[in-house]
């Protein structure tokens, strides 16, 4: 049996195909979800795309996290089941209270894409088991406003409870505070980052095929549990 | 609301009426001409249709007679010729690539409106060609932006540049389009009047084209996307064609006899494009469009008169049920306004509710606000009365046509006499490695990653080529790994001394560009940035420019597929230097058989292909060293072009080289470097026998690549060359961590790194 994972497309979602297409590679069943749809059709785990849903107005993720889909998403992710938010994802679950903190404008004020280092932190989580801890691994990142915020106590906790999944290397890239490119909830099921492992999975296509892992590491974990 | 309606009725009682056809850019006889067709004057929405429509930026007026060339002149046999599947005319060409795919491409210009407001200017360049792009049935694919800027140390291009990086930056990057490539040039003449011009590439299947036309009566007319609003009224008009002088004179665009509310430049919302993308082609696959157009320059007035001129009948068009923004725009703004994010389909009774679900389900606003009619009429209708009765021919496509005066300009033989031979020149090896710095590091040739990576290169998930290499490579179909790769170029330094060679030179830079990715050049879209066409000089160069596109089209079987012009590029008295912008597409079978540009192994061997000769007018070292510009331009061999790509096609194929690179600005050791930098090694070089190390390195003669060969390719890659006759020296070895050139000078990439990376992000971060 195929593990099958959805792929939550938004109005101005922009990254579900890729994030579809490393599904596939990885060996999952991707499944494309509606925003308007409570629904998520019997997925064993859900990718929050990357894009600027509903337009990023207001604040980027903060009208997606009002979606229909994203109610049941919550309550699942809240029941256990995987979900990774990857760059406009991630700021989806940050809306949504899955995860702490915020993402805020790069402090040098522009957009930036690069293929930028990373270190997993974490091979505890639903996203990263096929990583080893301390390893490095290069993906893109395209991201506008990128700058993890939270407050010092918040920030402490990440970090003392092996919360915080990924930190860039080779320097910061958005004035995201620790470092911290990534981070997951308490059980490991929920994790958020803005580098884009989907866009490093082929490589005619990415930098490298370094981003493969996180989809691999669902898959198996599904498969297995 | 004093004055009385303008209806049509209104205008035949009222023949005496003083109408501002002057204000809004109409010539006495053009106006004549008008009332001529009419039998009577025009309704004010009538002018005001008019008045954009026969404006430089829609009618090509000014440039029709010469453009004819690229029809008359298309190449009638060889693959781009066969791949033609829409020429000119339509909203984009469209080319066959093969198993069952068509790809359209265009390049247009947004210039004076990004000059004017930077950021919105340069967004809605990107939005405006996207919907050139699905209206022709396509899913848009990638972009790219030719850009031109004033002198980079000048103060107002700290203004220019940054803003319109961000605008294409915040616009196709939400958009969910990679931008792959493009140019970034530097230089004074740009000072008052940059260039920006966008390109986007969009794949569809054949049976999946569809063109703009409004046919079977009864047919209804849907107006969706963005509600219309004040903004860009007289854009095209005003802003495109007319000298800034007088916009600046004039205050901003003049509505019909009223001051203008809001500004002339559009406002660009990327979202609502997105929504626009998705639902026209969910519309498109469903099979619910009869003819689609997108509404860009001259809005409504130019969607309506063009999909009703296009098709068979007539069309009658509800003013008061277009959706607006503002409900105090008189029905002149409506027809005039540029507001972006709008299309208009044609589509069968039958088949509306459906059109209107998909548009829902995207949350697009969609309304039907006419329907076609039989008989030949234009027909517009304000609160029920008749306010616009046209032959939508005489608005569309029968506008006025000019034989511009043109004549050599008095100062071109000065300028080619002006050698650069007798500039002093580096004389050892310390002066050269002091000049190659001052080369690399000067704006011009610079790396350009601090603009680029603004941009999304990676979206979609299917960019195999990106800036900086030569051209920009996607992949079409993940089976099959079929793929396009698009280049644009143009020197305009070149084009300045020569223009009719400046042409071709675009076109072979380009078309060379295009076959070092190892793709087989098709196809060309052009965007020609002149000055004004009522002066002789820049005309002159303009017609020059055209026919030697044309001409070298057809040498070298590339059709010109559609593209764009932009005139009075200038402020005041001084024209920018004449600008064509040419973009090839080619096409490759199997992208993984690619040629990148990186050295990327020690020990390939460095081969450079095509001949040196000592050509430095209009190089960037004169530029860089001298500040000058003078002689003349390198010579062009377009067979040479052709046998040059030949060879480097068939070694992609062939697995013979695994990195080409361009020679072109900048010579060989910008080439170079380029590749150096990319791979991260080192070259070890030596000066070819009877060449001068000077010219050697800056020289920029034509028809000329580096390539990287892996030892065990260098028998059967120095063979085919040999064979086929084409000039390829061993000049070097991928190695180590320096570009050296033997018996001359060392430069340790760390340094050589520093001094071509720093420029940018210390003049504008």
């Known amino acids: ?225 | 609301m004093s004055a009385p309606l303008d209806t049509v009725k209104h205008a035949e009682e009222t023949p005496k009426a003083d109408l501002p056809w002057a204000e809004l850019g109409l010539k006495e006889d053009e106006y004549a001409r008008i009332r001529d067709i009419l039998g009577r004057r025009p309704t004010g929405a009538e002018l005001a249709m008019y008045s954009v429509m026969w404006s430089e930026h829609c009618s090509y007026k000014s440039s029709k007679v010469h453009l004819r060339q690229f029809g008359e002149k298309a190449p009638t046999e060889g693959p781009g010729a066969e791949a033609m599947l829409v020429g000119i005319g339509e909203q984009a060409g469209v080319v066959d690539v093969g198993q069952g795919y068509a790809v359209t491409f265009k390049v247009e210009s947004h210039n004076h409106p990004s000059y004017v407001e930077p950021y919105q200017g340069a967004a809605t360049g990107i939005g405006g060609i996207v919907r050139d792009i699905i209206a022709m049935g396509a899913r848009p694919v990638a972009v790219m932006d030719p850009l031109r800027f004033g002198a980079a140390d000048h103060p107002d291009t700290k203004r220019v540049l940054p803003g319109v990086v961000a605008g294409i930056g915040g616009y196709g990057n939400c958009l969910g389009l990679p931008n792959i490539g493009g140019e970034v040039v530097f230089d004074a003449c740009y000072q008052g009047n940059p260039l920006v011009n966008a390109l986007c590439v969009g794949v569809m299947k054949h049976e999946d084209i569809h063109l703009a036309k409004a046919a079977g009566t009864g047919n209804k007319v849907i107006l969706y996307g963005a509600r219309t609003g004040g903004d860009g009224i007289g854009g095209a008009s005003i802003l495109a064609s007319e000298t800034f002088e007088t916009v600046s004179d004039s205050g901003s665009a003049t509505g019909v006899g009223k001051p203008a509310k809001r500004p002339a430049v559009q406002v660009g919302d990327p979202f609502q494009e997105k929504l626009l993308i998705e639902c026209t082609l969910e519309a498109f696959h469903a099979g619910l469009v009869v003819g689609i157009q997108d509404l860009g320059a001259a809005g409504l007035s130019c969607a309506t008169s063009e999909l009703a001129s296009n098709g068979s009948g007539g069309m009658r068009v509800e003013l008061d049920d277009v959706p607006l923004r503002d409900s105090s725009l008189s029905p002149e703004e409506i027809l005039m306004s540029e507001s972006q994010e709008r299309m208009c389909a044609v589509v069968e009774p039958g088949n509306v509710e459906r059109f209107l679900a998909i548009c829902e389900k995207w949350e697009v606003t969609a309304t039907v606000v006419g329907e076609v009619t039989d008989g030949d009429r234009l027909e517009i209708f304000w609160h029920g009365e008749k306010i616009v009765d046209v032959d939508p021919k005489t608005v569309a496509h029968e506008g006025p046509v000019y034989e511009r005066p043109y004549a050599r300009p008095d100062w071109q033989d000065d300028l080619q006499a002006d050698d650069p031979a007798k500039l002093p020149r580096p004389a050892d090896g310390d002066e050269l490695r002091a000049a190659v710095l001052a080369l690399v590091s000067s704006p011009n040739q610079a790396a350009k990653s601090w603009v680029t990576d603004q941009y999304d290169r990676y979206v979609l998930g299917d960019t195999v080529l990106a800036q900086p290499e030569d051209g920009g490579m996607i992949r079409i179909d993940a089976g099959t790994g079929l793929g396009v790769a698009v280049s644009t170029d143009g020197n305009s330094r070149y084009a300045k001394l020569d223009p009719y060679e400046g042409a071709r030179l675009a076109l072979a830079e380009s078309y060379r560009n295009v076959a070092a990715t190892g793709a087989r050049p098709l196809a060309v879209t052009d965007c020609l940035n002149f000055g004004s066409p009522e002066d002789p000089a820049a005309m002159w160069q303009f017609a020059q420019a055209t026919r030697g596109l044309a001409d070298a089209c057809l040498e070298l079987g590339t059709p010109v597929t559609g593209g764009n012009v932009s005139l009075y590029n200038q402020t005041g008295g001084a024209a920018i230097h004449p600008t064509p912008v040419v973009g090839v597409l080619g096409v490759i079978d199997d992208v993984a058989r690619r040629t990148p540009m990186a050295f990327r192994e020690e020990g390939h061997l460095i081969y450079l292909l095509g001949e040196t000769r000592e050509e430095l007018g209009g190089s960037a070292w004169s530029q860089v060293a001298h500040g000058h510009l003078g002689g003349r331009p390198p010579r062009v061999d377009l067979e040479r072009e052709r046998l040059l790509a030949d060879i480097l096609i068939s070694a992609s194929r062939d697995g013979m080289v695994d990195a080409a690179h361009d020679v072109s600005d900048g010579g060989v050791i910008q080439a170079l470097a380029e590749s150096c930098l990319k791979g991260g090694n080192g070259a070890r070089v030596v000066v070819p026998d009877g060449l001068d190390p000077f010219v050697f390195l800056f020289s920029e003669s034509q028809g000329r690549a580096l390539v990287a060969v892996p030892r065990s390719e260098e028998l059967r890659f120095a063979d085919m060359c040999a064979v086929r006759g084409l000039p390829a020296a061993r000049v070097g070895v991928v190695d180590g961590e320096a570009l050296e050139v033997q018996g001359q000078f060392a430069l340790p990439l760390d340094e050589l790194r520093r001094a071509h990376e720093r420029t940018l992000p210390e003049l504008f971060a």
């Open chain 1, 1 to 225: 049996m195929t593990t099958r994972i959805g792929v939550v497309t938004f109005p101005g979602s922009l990254d579900d195909s890729d994030a579809r297409r490393a599904i596939g590679l990885a060996g999952g069943d991707p499944v494309a979800l509606w925003h308007r749809d409570k629904d998520l059709r019997q997925v064993d785990a859900v990718v929050l795309p990357g894009g600027f849903s509903y337009g990023d107005y207001l604040r980027c993720g903060a009208i997606a996290r009002f979606s229909p889909v994203m109610a049941t998403v919550i309550e699942q992710a809240k029941a256990g089941m995987p979900v990774l938010g990857i760059c406009n994802g991630f700021q989806v679950l940050c809306e949504s209270h899955l995860l702490p903190g915020a993402l805020t404008r790069n402090d040098h004020l522009h957009f930036v894409c690069r293929d930028q280092r990373l270190r997993v932190e974490s091979a505890d989580t639903a996203w990263t088991s096929d990583y080893e801890r301390g390893q490095e691994i290069t993906v893109p990142l395209k991201n506008g406003e990128g700058g993890y915020v939270a407050d010092e106590r918040t920030l402490d906790e990440l970090e003392a409870e092996g919360r915080v999944a990924f930190r860039y290397l080779g320097g910061n890239p958005n004035g995201s505070r620790r470092d911290i490119a990534g981070i997951t909830n308490e059980a490991g099921n929920v994790v958020g980052l803005m580098p884009h492992p989907e866009h490093a999975v082929e490589a005619l296509t990415g930098p490298t095929t370094d981003g493969l892992g996180f989809f691999t590491s669902a898959v198996k974990k599904l498969v297995t549990s």
